[in-house]
């Protein structure tokens, strides 16, 4: 079982490859067995009012499908690539502002540095030695 999966890898992919090299024979057949249809030529009549009127050099109808799915391709991918972008810039924004707060929370976990004189007595120096009436002179 190893040797096949090895040989075949991920099984979605092995499975994306199957549906389209199936799909691919299926269109490949309907096209030979059409393949007068598509070799056929057609015109395209513009008549505006006011305007005059256009007509196109004949074109053969399988560049006209193939010109409608590129034109189709451009039409869907041109958005979804510009809203990708954008959530790019929002992502890499968020991702800058999550930065800064770890840093931050990183900064506030750390005790902070007590500055005394070095003269002073620590609070355990302090309990260690009693006190006496020259200390509270000095206090006050």
Same mark, same amino acid.
């Given at each position: =079982?190893?040797?096949?999966? /090895? *040989?075949?890898? /991920?099984?979605?992919? #092995?499975?994306?490859?199957?549906?389209?090299?199936?799909? &691919?024979? #299926?269109?490949?057949? #309907?096209? =030979? /067995?059409?393949? /007068?249809? #598509? +070799? %056929? !030529?057609?015109?395209?009549? &513009?008549?505006?009012?006011?305007?005059?009127?256009?007509?196109?050099? $004949? *074109? %053969?109808? =399988?560049? =006209?499908?193939?010109?409608?799915?590129?034109?189709?391709?451009?039409?869907?991918?041109?958005?979804?690539?510009?809203?990708?972008?954008?959530?790019?810039?929002?992502?890499?924004? +968020?991702?800058?502002?999550? @930065?800064?707060? +770890?840093?931050?929370?990183?900064?506030?976990? +750390? $005790? $902070?540095? @007590?500055?005394?004189?070095? !003269? @002073?007595?620590?609070?355990?120096?302090?309990? @260690?030695? $009693?006190?006496?009436?020259?200390?509270?002179?000095?206090? *006050?």
């Amino acid at each position: =079982m190893k040797l096949w999966n /090895d *040989i075949i890898g /991920d099984s979605m992919a #092995f499975l994306i490859v199957i549906v389209s090299l199936a799909i &691919f024979v #299926f269109i490949a057949k #309907f096209v =030979m /067995d059409n393949l /007068d249809m #598509f +070799q %056929q !030529t057609f015109a395209i009549h &513009f008549n505006l009012p006011y305007l005059g009127h256009y007509t196109s050099r $004949p *074109i %053969q109808f =399988m560049y =006209m499908i193939a010109l409608s799915v590129l034109v189709g391709a451009l039409a869907t991918g041109i958005p979804g690539w510009l809203a990708n972008s954008r959530l790019r810039g929002v992502v890499r924004k +968020q991702r800058k502002e999550i @930065e800064n707060l +770890q840093r931050e929370l990183e900064s506030l976990r +750390q $005790p $902070p540095v @007590e500055t005394r004189p070095l !003269t @002073e007595p620590t609070l355990e120096e302090k309990a @260690e030695k $009693p006190a006496t009436p020259s200390d509270w002179r000095e206090e *006050i």
